[in-house]
DNA sequence: AATAAGAATAGTAATCATTACTGTTCTTAT
DNA sequence: ATAAGAACAGTAATGATTACTATTCTTATT
């Protein structure tokens, strides 16, 4: 709404989620930034993370209960690793999803949201013996 | 874990999801239960609802930070409609998202969440001729 | 450089969905 | 009828997030 001024916090809470390339939590964004900025408080840093995401700067995901964050805001899609709880981005076209909708007339679309759940290849290999 | 035996209140739990098809919150089917069994208390049903997930004879979607409920456990996938605020079921084929996704070696897809977001056909009227 | 409007902050309290806890009541196999 | 323990109601606790408030920064203008 109002017009934005500068604050050494904001850039700190976008330096900091660029660096980082784990989707983190808006605490671990928290803590990490206290490092540079130790008297900056929880507050500060999801209004910042909000005001980012708004403006496009950062996107960010639903985890369970929780958003994560990501520098990465092309268009990308979710994988969740169930054995080591990562979280990574997959590439997957919009579009092609689109083509396999049934849609009723006059739907518009704006978002796809895709989360993959699964084991992830470092992890699958116990995963396959057992299955075999 | 332990053994499950017979209660009233997940009988209405049950009964109260199977005859909405709003895709309801915990705290809707609460309020819902409590027209037949005005003692029941939250706990009860978010515990016979996560229960009742547990076992598949419900499912649920993560919307924003609230979880809603599901008598529909086959495939499917959901659209959000951002005019009405409606969550509604989608057919879509998980083998053919699975087409789609570029995978690692090794990796096991288990499950996946695809949420559209757009405007229903009820509601796109307004919007297309604002986009003309 | 001084100043003033208001954007942003730190710190704390409040909210919301959900889970945990506890003593009591039901269900069910015997 | 009874006893083991599953489920309950009611309440307290938790975790993520937002709201509030008095103070500090930023920045455009003098």
Chains 1, 2 share one sequence.
Not at 27 to 39: A, E, G, K, S
Not at 56 to 70: H, I, N, P
Not at 73 to 91: D, I, P
Request: net charge neutral; charged share 30%.
């Amino acid at each position: 709404m109002a017009l934005r001024i500068y604050s050494r916090q904001r850039e700190q809470v976008l330096e900091t989620v660029k660096s980082m390339d784990v989707h983190p939590s808006a605490d671990d964004i928290y803590h990490r930034v206290r490092r540079r900025l130790p008297q900056i408080s929880l507050g500060t840093v999801y209004r910042n993370l909000n005001q980012l995401v708004d403006t496009g700067e950062l996107s960010c995901v639903q985890d369970g209960k929780t958003v994560r964050y990501d520098w990465e805001t092309g268009q990308h899609q979710h994988f969740r690793c169930e054995a080591c709880g990562a979280l990574q981005n997959v590439e997957v076209s919009n579009k092609e999803i689109m083509n396999l909708l049934s849609k009723e007339s006059g739907m518009i679309i704006n978002q796809i949201d895709l989360e993959i759940k699964g084991i992830c290849g470092k992890h699958s290999e116990k995963e396959l013996k057992e299955r075999a």
